[in-house]
């Protein structure tokens, strides 16, 4: 059986975009039967896919030591490669909102990129922070940025040339704690632990808080909302 490691859905179509740890592939499946997904279609990079963030039909996906990749995902049986950007360190997140993509750059801090035209993306921020950046997360103006040294940081990226960190909280990281994929929804952050799922508070982005941690009865992977959050364990075959 293979998991997938991150799952970008579309509900309305019965569609999921889904990447596998380790594999190169970027696979689209037919979820109308949750049981039973079926494969439809795949795009493959040159090296691992890590982490999908969709708008429209833009898909962006990390790829270790080759950057950030967007695709074409109109049509999801045959995604087609619009643009790509390398970044010095290892990409291994993305998270895209109002035009710009934050990219988690492993040992090369994080990145912010201009995504507005999919197929020129460029890098226009930059952040390099003394451990790693391996998760980040953003909505509108706000986003957490996580370091496997210094915890978990909140930064305004309201001006595009340049964010400003907020604050941080070092009752979660990156690595230390086992956070493994990163969502942030309004005023706070979900988490993924260990299979579970831990919630940060950022009301207050000076002072952000962790709370508890709450399982789930399977293994949570990655933390998805439109309307709610779900935490999706999918097998693709």
């Given at each position: 059986?293979?998991?997938?490691?991150?799952?970008?859905?579309?509900?309305?179509?019965?569609?999921?975009?889904?990447?596998?740890?380790?594999?190169?592939?970027?696979?689209?499946?037919?979820?109308?039967?949750?049981?039973?997904?079926?494969?439809?279609?795949?795009?493959?990079?040159?090296?691992?896919?890590?982490?999908?963030?969709?708008?429209?039909?833009?898909?962006?996906?990390?790829?270790?030591?080759?950057?950030?990749?967007?695709?074409n995902?109109?049509?999801?049986?045959?995604?087609?490669?619009?643009?790509?950007?390398?970044?010095?360190?290892?990409?291994?997140?993305?998270?895209v909102?109002?035009?710009?993509?934050?990219?988690?750059?492993?040992?090369?801090?994080?990145?912010?990129?201009?995504?507005?035209?999919?197929?020129?993306?460029?890098?226009?921020?930059?952040?390099?922070?003394?451990?790693?950046?391996?998760?980040?997360?953003?909505?509108?103006?706000?986003?957490?940025?996580?370091?496997?040294?210094?915890?978990?940081?909140?930064?305004?990226?309201?001006?595009?040339?340049?964010?400003a960190?907020?604050?941080?909280?070092?009752?979660?990281?990156?690595?230390?704690?086992?956070?493994?994929?990163?969502?942030?929804?309004?005023?706070?952050?979900?988490?993924?632990?260990?299979?579970?799922?831990?919630?940060?508070?950022?009301?207050?982005?000076?002072?952000?808080?962790?709370?508890?941690?709450?399982?789930?009865?399977?293994?949570?992977?990655?933390?998805?909302s439109?309307?709610h959050?779900?935490?999706?364990?999918?097998?693709?075959?």
């Amino acid at each position: 059986r293979t998991y997938a490691s991150e799952v970008v859905p579309r509900f309305e179509e019965n569609l999921a975009l889904l990447q596998v740890d380790g594999n190169p592939t970027v696979f689209a499946a037919n979820v109308a039967n949750p049981d039973a997904p079926t494969k439809i279609g795949g795009f493959q990079t040159l090296g691992e896919a890590y982490a999908l963030d969709l708008v429209g039909d833009t898909l962006f996906v990390t790829t270790w030591d080759n950057g950030l990749y967007d695709l074409n995902v109109s049509n999801p049986a045959a995604p087609a490669l619009l643009g790509k950007v390398n970044t010095p360190g290892r990409a291994v997140d993305v998270a895209v909102a109002n035009g710009y993509a934050l990219i988690a750059d492993d040992w090369g801090g994080w990145r912010k990129v201009n995504v507005t035209d999919p197929a020129h993306p460029a890098i226009i921020a930059e952040t390099i922070t003394p451990g790693e950046v391996l998760q980040v997360a953003v909505d509108g103006d706000r986003a957490v940025i996580l370091d496997n040294s210094l915890g978990a940081f909140t930064v305004d990226v309201t001006d595009p040339g340049q964010p400003a960190i907020q604050g941080r909280t070092t009752g979660i990281s990156g690595a230390v704690d086992q956070a493994e994929d990163l969502a942030l929804f309004g005023s706070h952050t979900y988490a993924i632990q260990g299979g579970n799922v831990r919630v940060m508070d950022i009301a207050n982005p000076s002072a952000p808080t962790v709370g508890n941690l709450v399982t789930t009865p399977g293994t949570a992977r990655s933390p998805v909302s439109y309307t709610h959050l779900r935490a999706h364990e999918t097998v693709l075959d």
